[in-house]
């Protein structure tokens, strides 16, 4: 019985030590609703479905979380949003 107690009380303090982080999508004047949904396709591995759900978010409310993960996952996907002019941040 004192493993099974060990054993949960590790698991739980290694959930604690991923910090789970937002990729955030911005809404701009700029890009196109078609430029955002392949961006989102292309970069995050959105299904054409939610990449154009997504791109109606930033739109009507200004921004979207696009991708949830680690900050070293999301990072290089921050870089390539930005990359297609794209206005993304990681919080």
Do not use: W
């Not at 060990?6 to 604690?16: C, G």
């Not at 292309?42 to 979380?65: L, R, W």
């Amino acid at each position: 019985m004192g493993t099974l107690i060990e054993t949960e009380e590790f698991i739980e303090r290694k959930e604690k030590l991923v910090d789970i982080k937002d990729l955030i999508l911005y809404n701009d004047d700029v890009n196109t609703f078609q430029h955002v949904i392949e961006s989102l396709i292309e970069i995050c591995d959105h299904q054409a479905e939610q990449a154009e759900q997504c791109a109606y978010i930033v739109h009507y409310v200004g921004k979207c979380s696009v991708k949830r993960g680690e900050f070293k996952k999301l990072k290089p996907l921050c870089v390539a949003l930005l990359d297609r002019g794209l206005s993304a941040t990681i919080e």
